[in-house]
């Protein structure tokens, strides 16, 4: 049995690495509103942690999908955990793993702490999923600097360029910066000063984005689970391609090879394997970026890793509503706010809505 949860504040816990962090409103009413989706890809008697079990019933209907897990909230897990888990073999998987998310789940239900991720493996965690360790092992062209006089010389050589905090999330912690502007180096001394470092990257001519999804599995070995094809606006996910995986490989065509994407899959894959055994059991994504080599746009390079996201991402949610069969119809999947609650929506490609909840 699998206890499932959703914490999309995760990127921000990371970056604030203490027991107490209080996540901002918008990303609480995210996490309340679609705390349902894991059973999108939960297996059947799994349990899903959600803080309304009728909006959650509603929504994954709505969407088309039979329930097979069981909703239920945290206060009820606690005060029911041995007739609810008995003799079972739980395991608990988080959307991503920090030390926030810990310190909640065992505050609240106290039983739980024995299958919680030791405070050595939340650091680890939270090491490989820095732009510190992405700039050392994954990355051809950005730089990792510790002081604001190496971010200059470094900014300097670039004329235009990306300041990343080494961690963040949906566009925040990301400056865009033009030789010898001033405020965005304040800012950068600012990160330096409360996270130790700031990752440099040139400022690319941004064409698409895209990823690729992986599986760490117990014993060590990683497995490719899949393109994810995706926008984003000033940083921000806006939504994902809903279609089969040779349907993925043919839009990416006209930018890259499937065989560039072996080599790009194979070469993550190796690198992964010896960081993450014994560290990290669980789903992650390497996103990636086609930019303009040129103005005329007709020649393409790739930046094969943007960002390593050690955790569940809106691709493996994509991944889990794709179809297989490759004469469907491609979809897109978004998550749009009216105003009062957030909503996963699945559209036709001519733009009719098909499903929203």
């Known amino acids: 049995m699998t206890l499932h949860i959703f914490n999309p504040e995760h990127d921000l816990a990371l970056a604030a690495n203490k027991k107490g ?10 996490r309340s509103d679609l705390a349902f989706i894991p059973a999108l890809w939960a297996k059947e008697g799994d349990l899903v942690l959600v803080d309304d079990i009728d909006l959650a019933i509603q929504r994954v ?45 065992q505050t609240k239900c106290p039983q739980l702490a024995h299958y919680l991720p030791s405070d050595t493996t939340l650091e680890k965690i939270r090491k490989v999923s820095s732009r510190e360790w992405a700039v050392e092992h994954l990355q051809k062209y950005s730089k990792y600097c510790f002081s604001l006089e ?8 670039m004329k235009k360029s990306v300041l990343k905090a080494p961690w963040s999330s949906s566009g925040r912690g990301i400056r865009f910066h033009i030789d010898g502007d001033e405020l965005q180096l304040r800012w950068a001394d600012n990160v330096i000063r409360k996270q130790g470092g700031i990752a440099v990257e040139p400022m690319y001519s941004r064409v698409k984005d895209f990823g ?39 839009m990416m065509e006209p930018y890259i090879s499937k065989d560039r994407l072996i080599d790009i899959q194979n070469r993550i894959i ?8 014994n560290v ?46 490759s004469n469907s119809r491609p979809k897109v999947m ?18 009719r809505e098909e499903e929203d909840n």
């Open 212 to 250: 690729m999804e992986f599986e760490a599995h117990a014993d060590g070995h990683i497995e490719y689970c899949g393109l994810s094809l995706f926008d984003t606006v000033n940083g921000a996910y806006v939504g994902n391609v809903l279609a089969s995986e040779s349907q993925k490989i043919k």
């Open 21 to 30: 962090f209080t996540a901002p409103h918008a990303a609480r009413e995210l």
């Open 334 to 351: 978004s998550v749009n706010f009216d105003g009062s609650h957030y909503h996963l929506k699945v559209l036709a490609t001519n733009n």
């Open 280 to 325: 990290y059991v669980g789903v992650f994504g390497v996103d990636m970026m086609v930019y303009a080599l040129s103005e005329s746009a007709e020649e393409y390079g790739i930046n094969e890793c943007v960002e390593v996201n050690l955790r569940r991402t809106m691709g493996h949610v994509a991944l889990a509503l794709s179809p297989e069969d």
């Open 61 to 105: 209907k709505r969407l088309g999908y039979s329930i097979v897990v069981e909703f239920l909230t945290i206060d009820q897990l606690s005060e029911h955990f041995d007739e609810i888990v008995g003799e079972k073999n739980l395991q608990v998987c988080a959307w991503g793993w920090d030390l926030s998310l810990k310190y909640q789940l």
């Open 150 to 157: 190496s971010v200059k010389k470094v900014t300097s050589q």
């Open 270 to 277: 190796q690198v992964m394997q010896k960081e993450l055994k």
